[in-house]
């Protein structure tokens, strides 16, 4: 390697084309190394028939930052996808996040105060007052019945744990309202990039000189010898080769599927599997999170995703971080290794080994070169 840049970025996922971006715009050179054939990480999107396919998991936009959604919108324009998951719990359909809808379906309550009133008597019965894991909280939140239809099975499934061994901050992500508002986020801005994610990286990256398909672990030393610094978006457990052994995560296989002729299979980008049974989680229908209306039906073909949640093992993609104590406390072993590195930076999902959305992983971008 006969070029010395400033900045080598191991990473082509949010985290790094991001703070490409930015430090580019400061006038830095910069080289991104990415170990899979294409950019994007796991946000990448794939043209398949026409539909761009979720190739890593549904990713859907949102943020309440205007300055990060003014960022993004720089880039390419958002649509109004706004996201509106369906649980189907053993052959019933229920609106999700848990709002009026979700009451009246459950309970047939058909005001405010009537599904307060059924809350309540729920609450009184199995009430907690320090929710200490993920079914305390849930419990204390919404009550027996929805917790028990919507969340105990789904949430085993996804985590391979039981809810009273998993943290109460997981279900906090998820609004509860008592609005007939089946709108899955409270951010002030949500959607979709037009033309996929691929198409926004793709615009981050103008400019900067990338090369695919390459492990920077397996030869750290030669292209550590290329650049001043380094940010380093990878697992965190793996730069420090496991010397404190493996950090959990949770990976996904997506059983993919084009159904030519089928212009509407499920009638929503998202269906939620709730029940214990049914082995897959969610089927995703990618063409919803682009196509509404005449654009939908134009489109004669769709593609549908059933997602399977499972223990990483080696070799897997690690999709979740597992925040659960055990976790938290090695990652904190392997943070102060990382911050006694002069020369690489580490951020994002897999190095800060953080369940982070995408509008954090940019905002943390951003604070990470404007500190540097
Ligand atoms: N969750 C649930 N039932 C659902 C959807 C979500 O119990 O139908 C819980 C589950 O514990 C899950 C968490 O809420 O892990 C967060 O779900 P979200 O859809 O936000 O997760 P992601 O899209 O990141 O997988």
Not at 225 to 233: E, G, K, S
Request: net charge negative.
């Amino acid at each position: 390697m006969e070029k010395k840049y400033d900045f080598l970025i191991v990473g082509t996922g949010l985290f790094g084309a991001v703070s490409a971006y930015l430090l580019k715009k400061k006038g830095y050179s910069i080289l991104l190394i990415d170990k899979r054939d294409h950019i994007g990480g796991n946000v990448y999107t794939k043209q398949v028939n026409g539909i761009n396919v979720h190739q890593y998991g549904a990713h859907i936009f949102h943020t309440s930052n205007k300055k990060v959604w003014d960022f993004v919108n720089s880039f390419v324009e958002f649509n109004r996808y706004t996201n509106s998951p369906v649980a189907n719990y053993k052959g019933k359909l229920y609106n999700l996040p848990f709002n009026m809808n979700t009451f009246y379906q459950m309970w047939g309550v058909k005001t405010p105060e009537e599904a307060k009133a059924k809350i309540e008597e729920q609450k009184k019965e199995y009430h907690t007052e320090n929710p200490q894991n993920l079914e305390e909280q849930a419990i204390s939140l919404i009550g027996k019945d929805i917790y028990e239809a919507l969340i105990q099975g789904y949430t085993q499934k996804q985590w391979g744990r039981k809810c009273t061994d998993l943290p109460a901050f997981i279900i906090k992500r998820l609004p509860v309202r008592f609005t007939f508002d089946n709108n899955y986020f409270n951010d002030k801005y949500q959607g979709i990039p037009e033309g996929g994610y691929t198409k926004l990286v793709e615009k981050m990256l103008e400019g900067c000189d990338v090369r695919l398909g390459i492990d920077y672990l397996d030869q750290k030393v030669t292209w550590d010898a290329c650049a001043d610094r380094v940010i380093y978006t990878g697992e965190i457990d793996r730069f420090f080769n496991y010397q404190y052994g493996h950090l959990q995560y949770r990976t996904v296989s997506f059983e993919t599927e084009l159904l030519e002729g089928v212009t509407n299979y499920q009638g929503n980008a998202v269906v939620n599997y709730t029940d214990a049974e049914t082995p897959y989680t969610r089927i995703i229908e990618h063409k919803h999170f682009e196509m509404f209306g005449a654009d939908l039906e134009a489109c004669p073909d769709t593609v549908i995703s059933r997602e399977y949640s499972k223990e990483w093992q080696p070799g897997d993609e690690p999709y979740y971080p597992v925040n659960d104590n055990t976790n938290s406390a090695l990652y904190a072993k392997y943070k102060t290794l990382a911050d006694a590195q002069t020369k690489v930076i580490f951020g994002g999902r897999l190095a800060e080994y953080k369940y982070y959305d995408m509008h954090k992983v940019i905002e943390r971008a951003m604070e990470v070169v404007n500190d540097l």
